[in-house]
């Protein structure tokens, strides 16, 4: 059966300092990757998505960006981090060419001091 | 552009009685729509989807959802709920196939389930 697993779980970071967040997909290949962002508890806004190796879109302009440097590795990353930029972050992942639905991690808490 | 809309910030409901979380929806051509389940600081679970054939689909826990086309509405019922069903309710939306599944997600209903 698939897995995704997310890392770390929690991080607190002071701003300016770098973000490295990664997911990982177990048991399937080629998945689509997908990094959301919830604020507040509530709505969530796409990030990034990525359909292969190398290739990223870009959702929203913003300080993040994305890299799938494997098949089924995603790492959202950040030079500088901003006030702003805390949340709660999610990793999914679909089969390419399904009917849809995106399978979740357990996401990962970002606080920005 | 896609989009979809919960209504209700909060459903609160007693325990055994019926529930419905709201949801409507707006794409350009066939919705693929979804419903989602978040308990406090977790990933989000996936309930149950529409994609084409009988506007009732049923999926986990117990819960179904009625797709009406006429009214761009994918409500989420259960006939009888449970103080475990509290928790935070997300629908989504795709328009169609294609477009790399990404999904566009509504505000989220909150359902508090009293006992």
């Known amino acids: 059966s698939q897995t995704i697993h997310q890392w770390p779980a929690t991080l607190v970071q002071p701003v300016g300092s770098p973000l490295s967040l990664e997911c990982t997909v177990e048991g399937t290949s080629n998945p689509n990757l997908y990094w959301y962002r919830q604020a507040a508890g509530r709505g969530l806004q796409l990030l990034f998505y990525?359909?292969?190796?190398?290739?990223i879109s870009s959702e929203v302009p913003q300080n993040l960006s994305a890299s799938r440097p494997q098949d089924r590795q995603f790492i959202l990353s950040s030079k500088k981090l901003l006030l702003s930029d805390s949340g709660f972050y999610l990793c999914?992942?679909?089969?390419?060419?399904?009917?849809?639905?995106?399978?979740f991690g357990e996401g990962s808490r970002l606080t920005v001091l | 552009a896609q989009s979809v809309a919960q209504p209700e910030d909060q459903v609160n409901v007693a325990e055994g009685n019926p529930l419905t979380v709201k949801c409507t929806y707006s794409?350009?051509?066939?919705?693929?729509l979804f419903w989602y389940v978040q308990y406090p600081n977790r990933g989000l679970q996936f309930l149950l989807k529409?994609?084409?054939?009988?506007?009732l689909v049923k999926g986990s826990y117990g819960f179904e959802a009625e797709f009406n086309k006429s009214q761009t509405s994918f409500h989420l019922k259960k006939p009888s709920a449970l103080v475990s069903d509290s928790a935070l309710y997300f629908c989504a939306v795709r328009d169609g196939p294609g477009g790399y599944n990404k999904l566009i997600f509504g505000a989220g209903t909150r359902l508090a389930v009293h006992p």
């Open positions: 999914a992942w679909s089969v390419g060419s399904s009917t849809g639905e995106l399978f």
């Open positions: 794409v350009s051509g066939n919705p693929y």
């Open positions: 990525s359909v292969g190796i190398g290739q």
């Open positions: 529409y994609i084409t054939g009988d506007n």
